[in-house]
Every structure is written in structure tokens, then in C-alpha cells.
């Protein structure tokens, strides 16, 4: 499907997840510091394995598909321990008579440094198929992506760089998120190093199928797949507690708004008891009203 959506059909249904903190973002290869340390050390606070984030995707309004992502822990190929995030989205019956999507990717991370080791992306957009790997050598700052049917391309990375799926994880475990301060992430996409500048905003109330929860409204200047997006066309909301669960994404495509509300979660324990706070009991205070 080409024309205003672009050669891979509509940006926001299958990654309106990453979209919001995953590039690329405005900065482009050539603003990009491959020497100094942007993404600071950081460590597993916010989600464990096992966690469960379950989406409802809507496009303008009407329900398009769906989008899960977990936590879970294993074993590499050669048998050591690793930390993989896993990230499905799909059109619904409706959307996929049209066009159907149906993507998968998984970002496997060293459960010590929590950097990227390699990401897996498999996309089905309409009739196109598209199917990478990329390693990430953090050591010697290299990522090596594997195109199907193409030869192996090595470019360099910044140190400790993220990838499209960690550097959310990556986000929900900064201790600093609060309004007022701005968040600078380097990743890498496979194609290009970006660095993603993500802002909060503010506090808000926000209501979605899974409940109420009091948030951090956040927003970022991206350029995905061509398609340019104009300051705060990005917008994700997260609790406002330890664990920086994402409960709204919200994204300004050309012919409309995608909107990624948490449908249903499983949260188990962390290492330490997150404070009280994130969900709210109902009320009669305002909430915010769903972007369109």
C-alpha cells in the first residue's frame, strides 16, 4: 500500500506503541555524538519479568487492532541468562479485510547492564513482508543488522545505545521523570542513530478501559517512515509512580490520530515495593478527554 501512508501502510496501527519513544527521532545521524554517554546507567525499578501490557488500538475513534508487551526472562542461544521484551501488534478482523498487519518483535537485553543485545522485527503490512535482526557489540559500539535477502551492514553506535523497543523500558526506569524535565535517549533502528528528546510535561488524571490512574503526560518530536510529525503529535502518559506504566499513546498521523489505551495488565512484585500511588479510586474529578 503506498501513497499517503507511505510503502509500509499506516504508521500509527502497527507501532503507535513505539512511536512515542521510539525513533527515529528528530535528530539525525549526523547531530548524533557517537562518543559521549547520553543514556546513563540505570536500573530494573520500574517493570519485572512477567509483566503484561495489554492495548486496544483505535484509528479516529474506530477500533483498529491491538498491541501487547511483556517482560520475560530466559536463556540465549549459547545458554546465558537474558531479559527479553516482547511486542505483538495486530490488526483487527475489520482492518485486516483492507489491509491486515501483523508484527512482532523482540528485543533480547543483558538482565545485568539492561542494554540490547539484538532485536528481532518481523512485520506483515498488506502484502509486504519485512524481516531484520540486529546485534548490538555494546563494547565496541557496533550494530550489525541482517536484512532477509540482503548482505549484513555494520555501522557504529553511541555507548549504551537503546533500540526501538528498550529505550521505553529504558524511559520507565529514569528515577527524574517529573514536569518540567526532559529526558535525551540515543538509539538505533538498524538504519540510523537518532537521539530522541522526550519532554513532561505535567500531572494528569486519565481514564482508559483498565481504570483511572494519575500520570505524567510526556511528548516528543519524531520523523518516522517519512512521515513527519510536528512538535507534541506524540504524546504518552504514564503513571505517575514507580513503575511509569504507559496507560495512553497517542499519535497525530496525517488523516487522523491513533490512540493505544491499556485495556488490561498483570503486574507482579518488584525488587522493592513501589509508593503508593499510579491507579486512582473513582471520583468525580475531571479526566482527561481521549485525543481524536
Known amino acids: 500500500m503506498t501513497g499517503r501512508f507511505g510503502r509500509t501502510g499506516p504508521p500509527g496501527l502497527a507501532v503507535v506503541l513505539l512511536l512515542a519513544l521510539a525513533g527515529p527521532a528528530a535528530a539525525a545521524d549526523d547531530d548524533v555524538d557517537l562518543d559521549t554517554l547520553v543514556n546513563v546507567p540505570v536500573t530494573r525499578r520500574a517493570w519485572a519479568p512477567g509483566e503484561f501490557l495489554d492495548y486496544e488500538i483505535s484509528w479516529g475513534g474506530v477500533p483498529s487492532g491491538q498491541s501487547t508487551m511483556s517482560v520475560v526472562d530466559g536463556k540465549s542461544e549459547d545458554g546465558r541468562p537474558v531479559t ?158 514507580v513503575r511509569h506504566v504507559p496507560v495512553l499513546v497517542s499519535v497525530k498521523i496525517p488523516i487522523g490520530r491513533v490512540n493505544a489505551q491499556l485495556a488490561h495488565m498483570a503486574l507482579p512484585p518488584l525488587v522493592a515495593p513501589p509508593p503508593a500511588g499510579g491507579r486512582l479510586p473513582s471520583g468525580d474529578e475531571p479526566a482527561v478527554n481521549l485525543p481524536r
Not at 535477502?149 to 533500540?163: A, C, I, S, Y
Not at 510535561?201 to 518516522?224: C, I, M, N, S
Open 84 to 241: 527479553w521484551l516482547v511486542s505483538f501488534t495486530r490488526s483487527n478482523r475489520a482492518v485486516s479485510m483492507v489491509y491486515p498487519i501483523n508484527d512482532r518483535v523482540v528485543s533480547q537485553l543483558d538482565p545485568d547492564t539492561l542494554l540490547p543485545e539484538r532485536i528481532d522485527i518481523q512485520q506483515h503490512h498488506g502484502r509486504r513482508d519485512r524481516v531484520r535482526t540486529i546485534f548490538f557489540d555494546q563494547t565496541r559500539q557496533q550494530a550489525t543488522t541482517h536484512w532477509e535477502g540482503r548482505e549484513p551492514v555494520t555501522m557504529k553506535v553511541p555507548p549504551q545505545v537503546q533500540d526501538i523497543v528498550s529505550c521505553l523500558y529504558y524511559f520507565r526506569n529514569r528515577k527524574d521523570l517529573a514536569p518540567g524535565r526532559t529526558v535525551t535517549i540515543d538509539l538505533n533502528d538498524g538504519k540510523h542513530n537518532s537521539r530522541l528528546v522526550v519532554h513532561v510535561e505535567r500531572r494528569e488524571r486519565v481514564v482508559v478501559p483498565a481504570g483511572a490512574f494519575q500520570t505524567l503526560r510526556a511528548w516528543a518530536d519524531l520523523q518516522f517512515e517519512g512521515v513527519f510529525l510536528d512538535p507534541g503529535d506524540v504524546r504518552i502518559w504514564v503513571t505517575d509512580d
